[in-house]
């Protein structure tokens, strides 16, 4: 599981669609030249890095640049995201990215967003019950979007955006928006009804303390056999369906979000495919569970991964007791 963390400045973060860098003739910022300005960046990083691993609960490690570029021997990340592929080295791929259909290769991509309040539940949690381990008497407790994690069947990525904006620049522009729609509300009802929703958030963030952030998911599966995909669309369509969310499948913005999927190029992010919410509740969208892997001790059993059957080699007793 990758999280890249990503510098960006105010125009970047209110950039439409069509201002990608897929539509400019460069693609570094004039920040990049700033040595001030990635000097405060990698502080900023250092000091995410210290606090996340100082809680104990998890712990990151920061990838070196072997494993995002790769090497000759063996492929990085972006090797494996531009090929959509999972081989150690995997090869060349040709990208299309048209307006109607993105193409890696030979896979087609198909790509389900949340990028609108409307299409999210109303509540959520950081967990839920899977009912097919689970008992009277006991709970399998999983993520809350782990039906569009290890549990969709089929090859995948879940994308998740987080975009920390200055959140009181943020709540000062909505008590403006209230106040132009409480003057605008003999118009119109829907001026009055905005004007509640915004109030509540309002209310909200002042009397809970809570940071205003933009948020923004999306599952983008491919596939190399039109019938696969269409069923594929089924199943993401069914998982979003179990999260209570309105599944919405994105044609039109296809291309630049597979682009800004990119490692490390969420600068690239249109901004109308996100949506306002505060860090908690969008932490709830985040999926905890990773893939099994093989343990580095020569002592230990063989065990089956319980999605994939996969024989994995694991240390059940040495290993757990030098970790404490």
């Given amino acids: 599981m990758a999280f890249p963390l990503t510098k960006t400045n105010k125009q970047r973060m209110a950039q439409q669609s069509n201002f990608s860098s897929l539509c400019r003739g460069h693609l570094l910022p004039k920040e990049i030249t700033n040595k001030d300005e990635v000097m405060k960046?990698?502080?900023?990083?250092?000091?995410?890095?210290?606090?996340?691993?100082?809680?104990?609960?998890i712990r990151i490690v920061r990838m070196t640049e072997e494993e995002l570029v790769g090497t000759n021997e063996k492929g990085g990340l972006l090797d494996r995201y531009f090929s959509l592929s999972e081989e150690g080295h995997a090869s060349l791929e040709d990208i299309r990215?048209?307006?109607?259909?993105?193409?890696?290769?030979?896979n087609m991509l198909c790509l389900?967003?949340?990028?609108?309040?409307?299409?999210?539940?109303?509540?959520?949690?950081?967990?839920?019950?899977?009912?097919?381990?689970s008992t009277d008497r006991s709970d399998c407790r999983l993520s809350f979007a782990s039906p569009v994690g290890l549990m969709l069947p089929c090859n995948h990525i879940y994308n998740q955006y987080l975009f920390i904006e200055d959140s009181d620049a943020n709540l000062e522009r909505f008590e403006k928006q209230a106040r132009n729609m409480h003057s605008l509300a003999r118009y119109s009802r829907?001026?009055?009804?905005?004007?509640?929703?915004?109030?509540?958030y309002l209310n909200i963030a002042h009397s809970q303390g809570l940071t205003?952030?933009?948020?923004h998911f999306n599952v983008l599966a491919w596939s190399s056999d039109k019938e696969?995909?269409?069923?594929?669309?089924?199943?993401?369509?069914?998982?979003l369906a179990l999260m209570e969310c309105r599944p919405r499948h994105n044609t039109i913005d296809a291309a630049t979000l597979y682009w800004a999927g990119i490692p490390g190029n969420a600068a690239d992010f249109p901004a109308e495919e996100s949506f306002y919410t505060f860090i908690e509740p969008a932490l709830c969208f985040?999926?905890?569970?990773?893939?099994?892997?093989?343990?580095?001790s020569p002592f230990g059993i063989k065990m089956a991964d319980r999605l994939s059957g996969k024989p994995v080699h694991l240390d059940i007793s040495d290993l757990p007791m030098k970790k404490g």
């Fill in 41 to 57: 960046f990698m502080e900023a990083v250092d000091q995410f890095e210290r606090i996340i691993n100082d809680t104990e609960q």
């Fill in 97 to 106: 990215l048209g307006a109607d259909l993105v193409r890696v290769g030979d």
């Fill in 112 to 133: 389900h967003t949340l990028s609108d309040t409307d299409d999210l539940p109303t509540t959520v949690s950081t967990d839920s019950r899977y009912e097919r381990l």
């Fill in 190 to 200: 829907s001026n009055q009804i905005n004007e509640e929703w915004i109030q509540e």
């Fill in 212 to 215: 205003s952030i933009r948020a």
């Fill in 228 to 239: 696969e995909l269409r069923q594929i669309k089924n199943d993401v369509g069914s998982a």
């Fill in 286 to 296: 985040f999926t905890a569970e990773t893939n099994y892997k093989d343990s580095l």
